[in-house]
């Protein structure tokens, strides 16, 4: 069965400081992986997708995340984080018609 | 392009009253359809999925149903409601050979 692993529900970071929020997939098919992100009382979006090809998938707004099949890990990071990064940010990976996410890391950038 | 629509927003019900949240998809057709609540505080639970009209598939035994009228429609159910249902609901669409799902703006549930 897969399964999604975020070990941090909260990660504090000083504004301009940068910032990894780790996650970790068990999974015995290919693999798709997505990161979502989730500002307050709102749907979540897209941020990146992992589907094949590069290992380092990038978003527009600076995340970048990387696949990492011999640790099964798609960790997300920012080099500098803003105000405006504060969320919560979902791991998922896709199963054949369902996707898996994580319980979720609450970003909280400080000032 | 696409868009997913739900409504109501928000909505406050009493105990015991029965529930109707709906979701339509514009632009795609045959889409996958889901069902999320979000607890406060907790991550996303997937409720239903549907990846055809009529065609339900029911993840958490409990009090809520889900239906698919028409092909970009999905509706949740309740006939009545617990203090368990509050929370916040999502709906989300996926191609049926796609990757990414794409959610709604969500609807905002408190039972009194």
């Known amino acids: 069965a897969q399964s999604v692993t975020q070990l941090d529900s909260q990660v504090p970071v000083f504004e301009e400081a940068p910032v990894e929020l780790r996650c970790n997939y068990s999974s015995s098919v290919s693999v798709y992986l997505f990161w979502y992100v989730q500002y307050p009382n709102q749907g979540l979006q897209l941020l990146l997708k992992y589907l094949s090809g590069s290992t380092l998938v990038e978003s527009i707004n600076g995340f970048e995340a990387e696949f990492n099949k011999s640790q099964t890990s798609f960790h997300l990071r920012k080099p500098s984080v803003h105000i405006s990064d504060t969320a919560e940010y979902f791991c998922?990976?896709?199963?054949?018609?369902?996707?898996?996410f994580g319980t979720g890391t609450r970003l909280k950038v400080l000032a | 392009s696409q868009t997913i629509h739900q409504w109501p927003a928000t909505l406050v019900q009493p105990v015991g009253s029965p529930l109707s949240l709906e979701c339509t998809v514009e632009?795609?057709?045959?889409?996958?359809l889901y069902w999320y609540r979000q607890a406060a505080g907790r991550g996303l639970q997937l409720l239903f999925y549907s990846v055809g009209i009529g065609q339900i598939s029911s993840e958490v035994p409990q009090n809520l149903s889900a239906s698919r009228p028409q092909d970009r429609q999905f509706i949740l159910s309740s006939k009545k409601l617990l203090l368990s249902d509050s929370g916040f609901y999502l709906c989300?669409?996926?191609?049926?050979?796609?990757?990414?799902?794409?959610f709604g703006p969500g609807t905002r549930l408190t039972v009194l």
């Open positions: 998922a990976v896709r199963g054949t018609y369902k996707y898996i």
């Open positions: 632009g795609t057709s045959n889409p996958n």
């Open positions: 989300a669409w996926s191609w049926t050979s796609g990757n990414e799902q794409f």
